[in-house]
Nanobody, 123 residues
């Protein structure tokens, strides 16, 4: 059974930082590119960041470039999202998922979604 479990969310003031983690099990982690998405209330799930299987390539949505960093540790079956200079508009539930192929920014290209971790940013 494949599982992805996110952690690290919480309440932070605007300008602060959080580091999200996602541990995957039940799959050969190094065979999958991984992505982070987020969903705020009343909105669709939005692409945030993508990392290749080796970690050598990364992609970000424009609004987080320069503030967020995605990374992975294949020895720990874990993908991370370091979030700096957080803004109130970054508040959402953040999800990780495994990219099976296709457009990396399209949620339908992903499998094995976690349950999400909530990020709240106070202004």
């Amino acid at each position: 059974q494949v599982q992805a479990v996110e952690s690290g969310g919480g309440l932070v003031q605007a300008g602060g930082s959080l580091r999200l983690s996602c541990v995957a099990s039940g799959l050969t982690f190094s065979n999958y590119a991984m992505g982070w998405f987020r969903q705020a209330p009343g909105t669709e799930r939005e692409f945030v960041a993508h990392i290749s299987r080796s970690g050598g390539s990364t992609y970000y949505t424009g609004s987080v470039k320069g503030r967020f960093t995605i990374s992975r540790d294949n020895a720990k079956d874990t993908v991370y999202l370091q979030m700096n200079s957080l803004k109130p508009e970054d508040a959402a539930v953040y999800f990780c998922a495994a990219h099976r192929g296709g457009t990396y920014s399209d949620a339908s290209s992903y499998d094995y979604w976690g349950q999400g971790t909530r990020v709240t940013v106070s202004s």
